[in-house]
Nanobody, 123 residues
Framework: QVRLIESGGGLVEAGGSLTLSCAAS????????MGWFRQAPGKERDFVAA????????AYAASVKGRFTISRDNAKNTVYLQMNSLKPEDTAVYSC????????????????WGQGTQVTVSS
């Protein structure tokens, strides 16, 4: 079982930047794909970005492409989400999860969700 802990959220003004981290337990982290999702109050959980086991293939939601960057450091068992040019509509709880190899948008195909970290963007 992989345990995931997110960090790095906070309050930032529109146009600002934040970097989220997702630290994973377990020696098999480097063999898993990882995804970031977000959920705003009263809304569905939305796909943000995903990365394959090697970091060589990434995928992004259209709403964040060009502003967010997903990366991973397998030596540190950590995946990152660099968020630039933040907008008020980016406000949500951001969570990470893993999959065997899937880097698509369907959250039901990911496992072991962390508690999430709150990102709030003020206008």
């Amino acid at each position: 079982q992989v345990r995931l802990i997110e960090s790095g959220g906070g309050l930032v003004e529109a146009g600002g930047s934040l970097t989220l981290s997702c630290a994973a337990s377990g020696r098999t982290f480097s063999s898993y794909a990882m995804g970031w999702f977000r959920q705003a109050p009263g809304k569905e959980r939305d796909f943000v970005a995903a990365i394959d086991w090697s970091g060589g293939t990434t995928a992004y939601a259209a709403s964040v492409k060009g502003r967010f960057t997903i990366s991973r450091d397998n030596a540190k068992n950590t995946v990152y989400l660099q968020m630039n040019s933040l907008k008020p509509e980016d406000t949500a709880v951001y969570s990470c999860a893993y999959s065997a190899a899937y880097i698509g948008t369907d959250f039901r195909r990911y496992n072991s969700w962390g508690q999430g970290t709150q990102v709030t963007v003020s206008s």
